[in-house]
T-cell receptor, first 111, second 115 residues
Framework: EDQVTQSPEALRLQEGESSSLNCSYTVSGLRGLFWYRQDPGKGPEFLFTLYSAGEEKEKERLKATLTKKESFLHITAPKPEDSATYLCAVQGGGGADGLTFGKGTHLIIQP | GAVVSQHPSRVICKSGTSVKIECRSLDFQATTMFWYRQFPKKSLMLMATSNEGSKATYEQGVEKDKFLINHASLTLSTLTVTSAHPEDSSFYIC???????????FGNGTRLTVT
């Protein structure tokens, strides 16, 4: 059974204070690891897909990296508008296309 | 980009009644859509995979007779919560992808409250 564990559950940062969110996973045959952003009362918004260890992707102040056991979402010089819940999900090699999600990290950026 | 529209965004119903939630892919065709349920401070839990023109595939523990899924066209899937009870109150989210290698795109969810 695929499993995803995210840490920390919640993180409060000052504006401009860089940090990293962790996503540890166990999966049979990783087909993809996904990062999403979710705002309160909204559906998840796609950020990145990573497919293999060593891969990195960047978008504005966010950078996602992947190893064989975990992924990190690095946030550089965050702004208050980066406040959201960040979700990590994996797609395993079992044939089904549904994703297994972690519980998310609730990020608050204080001005 | 791929847009998934979900309706309604909020619904309140009385215990025992049924509620239908619609999920539409606006600018692409989706042979497969997914229905998730999310509790506060919990993961999104996959409920079922909706397949166009065939029966949905339900995850273990999800009652197929309670959560009826219909995927009658390449752009529309519906989830009907039948004989709703307060414990069915939750945030339901649908998702779809337009090509084999594209990521899942999510609707904005439906907040169901059963009184």
């Amino acid at each position: 059974e695929d499993q995803v564990t995210q840490s920390p559950e919640a993180l409060r940062l000052q504006e401009g204070e860089s940090s990293s969110l962790n996503c540890s996973y166990t999966v049979s045959g990783l087909r993809g690891l996904f990062w999403y952003r979710q705002d309160p009362g909204k559906g998840p918004e796609f950020l990145f897909t990573l497919y293999s260890a060593g891969e990195e992707k960047e978008k504005e102040r966010l950078k996602a990296t992947l190893t064989k056991k975990e992924s990190f979402l690095h946030i550089t010089a965050p702004k208050p508008e980066d406040s959201a819940t960040y979700l990590c999900a994996v797609q395993g090699g079992g044939g089904a296309d549904g994703l297994t999600f972690g519980k998310g990290t609730h990020l608050i950026i204080q001005p | 980009g791929a847009v998934v529209s979900q309706h309604p965004s909020r619904v309140i119903c009385k215990s025992g009644t049924s509620v239908k939630i619609e999920c539409r892919s606006l600018d692409f065709q989706a042979t497969t859509m997914f229905w998730y349920r999310q509790f506060p401070k919990k993961s999104l839990m996959l409920m079922a995979t909706s397949n166009e023109g065939s029966k949905a595939t339900y995850e273990q523990g999800v009652e197929k007779d309670k959560f009826l899924i219909n995927h009658a066209s390449l752009t529309l899937s519906t989830l009907t919560v039948t004989s709703a009870h307060p414990e069915d109150s939750s945030f339901y989210i649908c998702s779809a992808k337009d090509t084999g290698n594209s990521p899942l795109h999510f609707g904005n969810g439906t907040r169901l409250t059963v009184t």
